[in-house]
């Protein structure tokens, strides 16, 4: 039990009763909110954009039998990698990760294998994904799947969603052979389609973020034991909230959350079939649906689309994306990149990761070689200085340490978290808090 008399951590959903059914339908305040941009999270998808790309790109080279990737072949590649520029252009762009050169048989068609760096990082990220996949990354997979209905998912949809887990890119054999107490790969018969399937109900693993978060908060020594609940009441759990500024003073949407966070929560672990689809306590559990997917992945966000594969299977209701907009302190859509982004807004704290994950480090590696390859073109290589312990070139001495950390401060200054309150302040776009703000983004796989 949590505290606060907040109901079993995770109860399988055959054994839960639908207790909400007396739920009142709509009684939330509705509130007109001015869609404010964000430059510090703009930035990180903008950086993460390439970042993911050329992670992409990287185990397309090495997945090639000869390490060789034909120029020619880099074509199909575009729409799956989200680049706003040609993949060709993207490729010469970074020459510290991908090495051009003649084809070893037609001189005249130019090939890219994979730079010193990229091979070093390769290897890092391969001992990664051996180290998390166990236990980390089956688990991450696992409370998805248990967030299913039928506790079984496509592989094609977990496959679009494979980067922002952390999932190696044989993931549909790997985590059945290093978890088969967890995992089991069959066809679909309707079409005979890999899916993969939930093999048991782990109890341990039915805990949301928020369940989390919020037992923590009351296990510290330093929370006040007058504001603790007790046993008996019934206080609800509060989504953590980062408004823009422009809302911190804005007396009508303090009420309206206030009233949000005083509606029960039910975790997105339950079943929650007996829910009325029009209440407000169903688009309640859909932002806790949604707040518990965003929290499983490695950089707390994902593309919106990527979410629409998955709308049957997590019960979620027409046109749930609203949400993203309905709720700006929990979420933030971005449109960059020629795409629509969800951010989880907890997760990120003036720009950076507030809980960075392995991979997460290995792959902020990828964001430095990258740069030092954009700075210094065909000189990058002698400027790189991964680790102390890293010979790359000439890379181990003073003057690349001194590049190294100029780069780093470069960065940081550019990820700073502010709200950009000033722009677009003649612009009249605005949500509506019940307004269709679907877009038209093609659902498809990020396997490159």
Same mark, same amino acid.
């Given at each position: ?14 054994? &839960? /009763? ?5 739920? @009142? ?5 509705? $509130? ?24 992409? =790109? ?19 590649? /575009? ?21 051009? /050169?003649?084809?070893?048989?037609? @001189? ?49 949809? =977990? ?60 296990? &510290? ?27 911190? %003073? ?19 672990? /339950? ?71 969800? $951010?989880?807004?907890?997760? %990120? ?17 990828? %964001? ?35 590049? &190294? ?24 776009? %605005? ?18």
């Amino acid at each position: 039990m949590l505290g606060g008399g907040i109901e079993t951590l995770g109860v399988h959903r055959r054994r &839960q /009763q639908p207790w909400w059914r007396w739920t @009142p339908q709509r009684w939330l305040e509705k $509130v007109r909110l001015k869609w404010v941009k964000n430059r510090g999270l703009d930035h990180i998808i903008d950086r993460d954009t390439d970042i993911k790309a050329a992670c992409l =790109l990287k185990d397309a080279i090495a997945a090639t039998p000869t390490g060789l990737l034909p120029a020619r072949s880099v074509a199909p590649f /575009q729409k799956n990698l989200g680049l706003t520029i040609p993949v060709l252009r993207f490729l010469r762009r970074y020459p510290t990760l991908f090495s051009e /050169q003649p084809h070893p048989r037609f @001189p005249s068609l130019p090939v890219f294998s994979l730079a010193p760096a990229a091979l070093l990082l390769h290897r890092r990220e391969q001992a990664a994904f051996e180290s998390t996949l166990p236990d980390d990354a089956a688990h991450r997979v696992a409370r998805l799947l248990m967030m299913a209905r039928s506790r079984a998912l496509p592989v094609a949809a =977990l496959a679009s969603l494979r980067y922002d887990l952390g999932l190696p890119p044989n993931f549909s054999s790997a985590l059945p052979a290093a978890r088969p107490d967890l995992f089991s790969l069959s066809r679909r018969h309707s079409d005979g389609a890999p899916v993969l399937s939930l093999t048991d109900w782990p109890e341990h693993l039915a805990v949301s973020a928020l369940q989390l978060r919020h037992r923590d908060v009351l296990s &510290q020594p330093s929370y006040d034991d007058f504001k603790r609940p007790s046993a008996s009441s019934a206080a609800p759990l509060a989504f953590p909230m980062k408004f823009p500024r422009s809302y911190g %003073y804005m007396n009508k949407v303090k009420a309206w959350m206030g009233d949000f966070h005083r509606l029960p929560y039910v975790s997105p672990y /339950q079943d929650a079939s007996g829910l009325d689809p029009e209440s407000d306590l169903m688009e309640k559990h859909v932002v806790g649906v949604l707040h518990e997917l965003l929290s499983l992945t490695i950089h707390k966000k994902t593309k919106r689309n990527y979410l629409r594969s998955l709308q049957e299977e997590l019960g979620l209701p027409y046109r749930f994306t609203r949400v993203f907009t309905r709720y700006p302190g929990i979420f933030y859509l971005s449109l960059k990149c020629k795409t629509s982004t969800v $951010v989880l807004r907890e997760g %990120y704290d003036r720009g950076k990761l507030v809980v960075p994950h392995p991979l997460a480090l290995v792959r902020s590696k990828f %964001y430095y070689v990258m740069r030092t390859g954009l700075l210094y073109r065909g000189k990058g290589t002698s400027k790189l200085v991964l680790e102390e312990e890293d010979l790359l070139g000439e890379g181990n001495s003073k003057e690349g340490q001194t590049d &190294q950390i100029a780069i780093d401060t470069e960065q940081q200054y550019s990820d700073s978290d502010e709200d950009d309150v000033n722009a677009d302040n003649n612009s009249e776009e %605005y949500y509506e808090l019940d307004v269709d703000d679907e877009d038209s983004d093609d659902v498809g796989s990020d396997e490159a």
